[in-house]
């Protein structure tokens, strides 16, 4: 059973400019939540994709959007960043037909924006 | 709305000593409610849920809907213990939004 993985591990942007984070779920696993955790906080869901669609969408602005592939492997693309986007970024995975609230997270990519 | 609110950033006590990190919610319903832990270097992960009424690791956490709390306990705290824990709420209906609380840090001092 292969686990969560995100890439890439850190990046570094400059505001302005736009970023690509990428996710592949957990083996069987159909559904993908992003979240973003800034520092000192807990994780604040951004979007959930099911079956290569939103399923559902936290207090983000729409310069956050996503997609998810046939393989549920899932991305992240935030347009125009800002200064306040620095933080990680999780990737979760869960079996829609699972236990509610079982997610399975990445390792996370740490996002800094100058 | 729900919302989760952990009241302790930092909880210290040493090896051997009772734990107690605090959670309380906010829901409509009856909620389910999770602890997750993320030790150092590592991924958070689901440590225990409260409908399973399970012991992880020696931690229990019960329910108790009249305050509104799942307080996550362990009767003597080791020093792997040392992690920070999320309370988490997720929905019970529509998509799987999980909502955290802030973190609570636990340093088990030897």
């Known amino acids: 059973e292969t686990g969560v993985t995100q890439s890439p591990t850190h990046l570094i942007k400059t505001r302005g400019q736009q970023v690509t984070l990428r996710c592949s779920s957990q083996s069987g696993h159909n559904t993908v939540s992003w979240y973003q955790q800034a520092l000192g906080q807990g994780p604040q869901f951004i979007f959930q994709y099911y079956r290569e669609e939103e399923n559902g969408r936290g207090n983000f602005p729409p310069r956050f959007s996503g997609l998810q592939f046939p393989n549920y492997s899932s991305e992240l693309n935030v347009n125009a960043l800002e200064l306040d986007d620095s933080a990680l970024y999780l990737c979760?995975?869960?079996?829609?037909?699972?236990?509610?609230?079982?997610?399975?997270f990445g390792p996370g990519t740490r996002l800094t924006v100058t | 709305a729900q919302r989760v609110t952990q009241p302790e950033k930092l909880l210290s006590v040493f090896k051997g000593a009772p734990v107690e990190l605090k959670c309380n919610y906010s829901y409509s319903g009856s909620p389910e409610l999770f602890w997750y832990v993320q030790y150092s270097r590592q991924r958070l992960q689901l440590l225990l849920r409260?409908?399973s009424r399970e012991s992880i690791k020696g931690f229990t956490a019960d329910l108790n809907k009249g305050e509104t709390s799942f307080h996550l306990k362990k009767p003597f705290a080791q020093e792997e213990d040392s992690a920070m824990y999320y309370c988490?709420?997720?929905?019970?209906?529509?998509?799987?939004?999980?909502?955290f609380g802030i973190g609570t840090k636990l340093q088990v001092i030897p």
């Open positions: 409260h409908i």
């Open positions: 979760a995975s869960s079996l829609t037909s699972g236990r509610v609230g079982e997610q399975y």
């Open positions: 988490a709420l997720p929905r019970k209906r529509g998509y799987q939004k999980v909502t």
